[in-house]
């Protein structure tokens, strides 16, 4: 199994709601990832995730809280959101190759998922 | 800081002609690059990457890429476009901690039939 999978593909939700992006993998990887993709440009970092500990979070708003309950689901959960969040969000994952210090070794390929396209009314 | 920059947002190659996707980067220790590809309304799909094993890079679906050290160039070639061929193309370089991802602009491909 060489995939990525995400759900929902698509979702709709207002300012006030909450809802949740899943991610999932079975290539054994221990490295996940959160990218959003507005149209038109390209995807932008937002969380990754190495052993299941939170390694780096690019400054993202605090209404965006990822979890990764275990070494094969990545959820990313979404709360007080504004229009402007709107965008196409990408998972990835990849071998971090570093044991388990934690270090994610350069260059492992990151496998993407088909995204899930959000917008936010 | 590593990033990369990819010349021309949008190319139109008729079918058959050769497809030539410009990529450079900037870096003060060897890069690690890659060339990816997004379908519309899909993810990326890896083509090719460099991590310093070979210069001249062959990916997938006929593209192939060359690293070019003493021109910081990185570019995508195809010898014979298909109409498949058509999706955006991402340039990207891993920073230094985290394997963490930097993608060029993108390069739009039309391909006339």
């Known amino acids: 199994d060489t995939e990525v999978t995400q759900t929902p593909k698509h979702l709709v939700m207002g300012m006030t709601n909450k809802k949740s992006l899943k991610c999932e993998q079975h290539?054994?990887?221990?490295?996940m990832y959160w990218y959003k993709q507005k149209a038109k440009k390209p995807p932008e970092l937002m969380f990754v995730?190495?052993?299941?500990?939170?390694?780096i979070n690019e400054s993202v708003p605090s209404r965006f809280s990822p979890e990764c309950p275990n070494s094969s689901l990545l959820n990313l959960h979404l709360h007080a959101l504004q229009p402007e969040d709107s965008a196409l969000y990408l998972c990835?994952?990849?071998?971090?190759?570093?044991?388990?210090?934690?270090?994610?070794?350069?260059?492992?390929?990151?496998?993407f998922g088909p995204g899930t396209r959000l917008t936010v009314l | 800081a590593q990033s990369v920059t990819q010349l021309g947002s949008h190319v139109s190659v008729s079918e058959g002609a050769l497809v030539l996707l410009r990529c450079n980067y900037s870096s003060s220790v060897p890069p690690y690059l890659f060339w990816y590809v997004q379908y519309p309304n899909q993810g990326l799909q890896l083509l090719l990457k460099?991590?310093?094993?070979?210069?001249l890079v062959k990916g997938i679906n006929g593209f192939e890429a060359e690293f070019k050290k003493s021109e910081t160039s990185f570019h995508l070639t195809k010898p014979s476009a298909h109409m498949s061929d058509a999706a955006e193309y991402f340039c990207?370089?891993?920073?230094?901690?985290?394997?963490?991802?930097?993608f060029g602009g993108g390069t739009r491909v039309l391909v006339k039939p």
């Open positions: 990835a994952s990849s071998l971090p190759g570093g044991g388990n210090s934690g270090v994610i070794l350069r260059g492992n390929e990151q496998f």
């Open positions: 990207a370089v891993i920073k230094a901690a985290g394997n963490k991802l930097t």
């Open positions: 995730y190495s052993y299941e500990k939170l390694s």
């Open positions: 460099y991590t310093s094993a070979a210069t």
């Open positions: 290539m054994g990887h221990r490295a």
